[in-house]
């Protein structure tokens, strides 16, 4: 029974992620580096960590189209997810907006870098690098923005959800 209740999380998850990317919403505010940066609370497994958010990813990909250069996009996240999964497992309310700034921050540096070195929008240059990375300011806000609404969104629910059960055992015993 409890393997059907997490599949059924797992599934459920994959699937608020995949409409959060093909609902109208502002650009870059999903809730997708939230759950890198929460999934060792909320799957307890570094390879379903990976696995809900690569293929809520890729579903959504699919539907709203592939695009060039998606691969960093992918690589930004599984960097996001292993370093909190692995180095900053120790997430609370108080350190929370420190660790949502840290991953929007990282998702940042890297996917502007591949789009500076991988696009012809930028001139190959040192000034090129930092014009590509002012520009994409608002986009940073964006995402800097939802990372924080829904970590704190999903770490509540996490927090209320384990004290429900805490409860509810508790009152069994």
Known sequence: MKIINQNSSICFV?????????????????????????GGILFHSFTLTIIVFLSSMFISD??????????????????????????????TYKNLIFHSLCG?????????????????LYE??????????????PFFSNTLLSTIFFSFLTFAC??????YFYKTEKNIV
């Open 104 to 120: 929007s921050f990282i998702f940042y540096l890297i996917t502007n870098f591949f789009v500076w070195t991988n696009s012809d």
């Open 62 to 91: 699919l539907i709203i189209g592939l695009y060039p250069g998606m691969i960093f996009t992918y690589i930004a996240l599984i960097l996001i997810g292993t370093i909190y999964y692995f180095i900053f497992n120790k997430i």
């Open 14 to 38: 994959i699937t608020l992620l995949v409409f959060s990317r093909i609902i109208p919403h502002p650009p870059n505010f999903t809730p997708i580096i939230s759950i890198a940066i929460l």
């Open 124 to 137: 190959k240059t040192i000034d090129g690098l930092i014009k590509c990375y002012l520009l994409a300011i």
């Open 158 to 163: 996490v927090d209320r959800i384990k004290n």
